[in-house]
């Protein structure tokens, strides 16, 4: 495909249940970024990964959430545990490369996440 | 830290112009991002202004940098029902590999 991809689009799990999102991103493209954007709100930077080096985890908000990247492929987003709170919609990114300008973030539509 | 700041909501009639308004704080961000996000769509650039220019036109959308006041605009000329989304404004860090998002503005456009 030509886009970032992600599934499952939606997701409704139980309160305490593991989940786990998956995204495609455009082929070629080295760098890989995961937001969280809850309702009616702005994007929260989880996780970076960029080529090979080690990923950027600063925004992950607790050890419930990790990510995984298969070389310069597919990324998985684990939470664990879920909670009321983890509803929101997941958005990875892509882009050629991280810090050239010419290289913009190209965004899935997003996992919508429903904890109950 | 990092802050964007939006207004939440704009409301315009069709053929108008929009202006919707941004603020960082961030001094060194190096480029400056507009994006737009239809429901239940991931977010598309629209275009983005690098920090030593102070207006950027791409046919409709005029971007317009106050870096002394921090203050960004991102101004769309005709506004059409079309261009009915949630506009978010980012900023790059230095490195250019991070950006901080503000809380969007909703964009309703009355035919």
């Known amino acids: 495909g030509a886009g970032v991809s992600q599934s499952p689009s939606n997701k409704v799990t139980e309160k305490g249940k593991d989940v786990e999102l998956r995204c495609d991103p455009i082929s070629g493209h080295t760098a890989l970024y995961w937001y969280r954007q809850r309702l009616g709100q702005g994007l929260e930077f989880l996780i970076y990964f960029q080529g090979n080096s080690a990923p950027d985890k600063s925004g992950l908000p607790s050890d419930r959430f990790s990510a995984e990247r298969t070389g310069e492929s597919v990324s998985t987003l684990t939470i664990q545990r879920t909670q009321q709170e983890d509803s929101a919609v997941y958005l990875c990114?892509?882009?050629?490369?991280?810090?050239?300008?010419?290289?913009?973030?190209?965004f899935g539509n997003g996992t919508r996440l429903t904890v109950t | 830290g990092e802050d964007v700041e939006q207004s939440l909501f704009l409301s315009v009639r069709e053929g108008d112009s929009s202006v919707i308004n941004c603020t960082y704080t961030d001094s060194s961000s190096t480029y400056l991002y507009w994006y737009k996000q239809e429901p239940g769509a991931g977010l598309q650039l629209l275009t983005y202004i690098f920090s030593n220019m102070d207006m950027k036109q791409d046919q409709r959308l005029t971007v317009l940098l106050n870096k002394k006041d921090k203050h960004l605009s991102l101004r769309i000329a005709d506004t059409q029902t079309g261009d009915s989304a949630i506009y978010f404004c980012?900023?790059?860090?230095?490195?250019?590999?991070?950006?901080?998002f503000g809380g969007g503005t909703r964009l309703m456009v009355k035919p």
């Open positions: 980012a900023e790059s860090n230095n490195a250019g590999n991070m950006l901080t």
């Open positions: 990114a892509s882009s050629l490369r991280a810090g050239n300008r010419n290289s913009p973030l190209h």
